[in-house]
């Protein structure tokens, strides 16, 4: 059991939840509720995250098995194809789970699965790193205020549009500074991504500073 915890990350999910928190107060400003749906917006959220830690495993394991031995797929802890299912069934019930609310909580999910497996199959290091995980945290956000929607065009309006749009960029910047950092070192590459970085906080920051003509709409 151990074993599978630590593959799954478990602490760190509380930043996925987070996301969800803050999409859904965006669109009403004075509670969560109906907490039914929005706990299954965190039940949703949390199982692609974790299908995302999962499945970072897996395509890591070669280089797990050297850099990282005693993690749990490379240990054999967790067998392969066990780490495969666990992920598979936390990505499908993520999305079944937002599924059950509105069609654009289920399309935002749909869009999230995709962005996380890209991310962990193909992107993780490639120049658009940092922008695909910038983005699973842009569609995150807005999963948090899509169950408040009955049309797809209606979930992309401000506020929560804008700031999952800074949070993205942020994210984005951030990425690309602390791999730039780790790996190449080039202060050209950390000063775009720091520049990258501050531009998302003047996305919030500029919000913040219309937000009067900007309330969230509750419903």
Known sequence: MLAYLQL???PT??????DIVLG???VNSRELAPYDQFLTLLGASCGLYLSGMVFNDVFDRQQDAVERPSRPI???RV???NAVI???VLMLGGVAAAATLTRPALYVAGLLAVAVFAYDYALKRTPLGPVAMGTCRFLNVMLGAA???DRWFQLWARPQLVVAIGLGIYIVGVTWFARTEARQSNRGQLSAALVTLNAGLGVLVWLICTWPN???IDR
Not at 13 to 18: D, E, R, Y
């Open 13 to 18: 999910v509380f930043t996925a939840m987070a």
């Open 79 to 81: 067998p392969l194809r």
């Open 147 to 149: 169950a408040s929607y």
């Open 74 to 76: 490379p240990s054999g």
């Open 8 to 10: 799954l990350r478990l």
């Open 86 to 88: 666990l992920g598979t």
């Open 214 to 216: 900007e309330a969230p």
């Open 24 to 26: 859904r107060l965006l």
